[in-house]
């Protein structure tokens, strides 16, 4: 029932009512979440998993969730209003079996809100709690030291500190570790988690600044299993960490828009390791050129998404990468090597894509044959950043 915003706790009863088997119910940007709206789902004795994000909460409410009869499995808070310490501490000491949590942008929560969570949910596999700025970096080591089942933990712009890492990597089942715009981590404390986090699957160090080639390197080596990593907008990355990555042969998706001192030369190290690549942005990496889209082209088979935008990529790359049978969807905003008759070539060449984004002034620059085949087999759209294409799935579509 997301965002459902004119019914009360009297139109959510009625539709329920009977409906003895509801294990899951999402509220989503709806209603405020208070004590009459918890009181008609008190019965539900197999309701497990409840989302009341973007909703405001009243502690009354928070309270009287958790006097419900039966221990709740996944419970979401992802950005509400007025979700407390004392409210959030009462309802997971009564909800002690827990495996799941979202207190995504609570940012009333302290300390006083991990110390309950961490002391009371031992089983939690899933915590996310990004940008929860009042939570001290010390709050953070008792994940480590209480919840060591943790397989997914999302700590984005937050506090967090190499202590804390030191801590986390306790648990041994982490697969997923979102770390973005954590200015107070190091490679210090990635080292731990490569050392420890072996089933480590995604990583996410967007503008964490404090990361270098060294901690890059750290994971890759003890995380052979790494699927998804994000170190965009990272200015002390270079070709090095792209080199340690390539190590990862399962690497899908690999985020380094921004990253100024990386250049074809770790590109295609990635393409010649990597080739399950299916999602690359290398948006603002000046110094990526055709030379990395050779690579791509020859070796990396699998992609199927790429944002090429700012880089030194010529007509030459972009037709080597349109000849890739897999590729979707691309976005080539402000290349200064293309030029309308590259563009028009690869358009025609591209067998398997259904979306491109180019800036507008090429529009006038195309062939009016050219536009209307692609009229013809899909749409054009306009947007205040750029021109969509988005392709037809007919056999016939470019």
Same mark, same amino acid.
């Given at each position: ?5 004119n ?11 009977g409906?003895e ?16 709206l ?22 009354? @409410?928070?309270?009287? #969730? =958790?006097?419900?009869?039966?221990? /709740? &499995? +996944? !419970? ?5 209003? %007025? ?54 970096k ?32 306790r ?17 210090? @404390?990635?080292?731990? #988690? =490569?050392?420890?986090?072996?089933? /480590? &699957? +995604? !990583? ?5 600044? %404090?990361?270098t ?25 270079t070709d ?16 380094i ?11 295609s ?20 050129n ?26 030459? @790359? ?37 979306k ?33 294409l ?9």
């Amino acid at each position: 029932m997301s965002n459902c915003h004119n019914h009360s706790h009297v139109g959510l009863s009625s539709l329920i009512n009977g409906a003895e088997n509801l294990r899951e119910l999402t509220l989503a940007y709806g209603p405020a979440i208070t004590e009459d709206l918890a009181k008609c789902l008190h019965t539900f004795s197999g309701l497990r998993s409840v989302k009341f994000d973007g909703c405001l909460v009243k502690c009354s @409410g928070v309270r009287a #969730i =958790g006097r419900w009869p039966r221990s /709740l &499995k +996944e !419970l979401s808070f992802s950005k509400c209003s %007025g979700v407390e310490d004392d409210s959030l501490s009462f309802l997971v000491r009564a909800h002690k079996e827990l495996t799941k949590l979202d207190i995504t942008c609570c940012r009333k929560i302290t300390y006083d809100s991990v110390d309950s969570i961490t002391s009371s949910c031992r089983s939690l596999t899933s915590v996310r709690m990004e940008s929860c700025s009042l939570v001290p970096k010390e709050a953070f080591v008792l994940f480590g030291q209480r919840c060591e089942l943790i397989e997914e933990l999302d700590v984005t712009d937050t506090k967090i500190d190499d202590e804390g890492l030191k801590s986390i990597s306790r648990c041994s089942k982490l697969s997923s570790l979102k770390l973005g715009i954590c200015l107070n981590i190091t490679d210090d @404390g990635l080292k731990h #988690i =490569g050392s420890s986090c072996s089933k /480590l &699957k +995604e !990583l996410d160090l967007y503008r964490s600044l %404090g990361i270098t080639d060294e901690g890059i390197a750290a994971v890759t080596f003890g995380c052979p299993e790494l699927e998804i990593i994000n170190i965009a907008y990272n200015d002390k990355i270079t070709d090095s960490s792209l080199i340690s990555l390539s190590r990862c042969s399962k690497l899908r998706v690999l985020e380094i828009r921004g990253c100024p001192h990386v250049s074809s030369k770790g590109l295609s190290a990635i393409a010649v390791g990597c080739r399950q690549l299916a999602v690359l942005d290398i948006k603002k990496c000046f110094n990526i050129n055709d030379n990395a889209m050779l690579q791509l082209a020859q070796f990396s088979q699998n992609l199927k998404q790429i944002n090429l935008s700012y880089c030194s990529v010529t007509d030459v @790359g972009l037709l080597a990468l349109a000849s890739m049978n897999r590729l979707q969807n691309i976005t080539v905003l402000h290349l200064r090597g293309l030029t309308p008759n590259g563009l028009a070539a690869a358009l025609l060449t591209c067998r398997g894509i259904t979306k491109v984004k180019l800036h507008a002034s090429f529009k006038p620059l195309l062939p009016k044959s050219l536009l209307d085949y692609i009229e013809a087999h899909g749409c054009v759209e306009m947007d205040p950043k750029g021109w969509k294409l988005h392709f037809g799935k007919s056999p016939e579509a470019p």
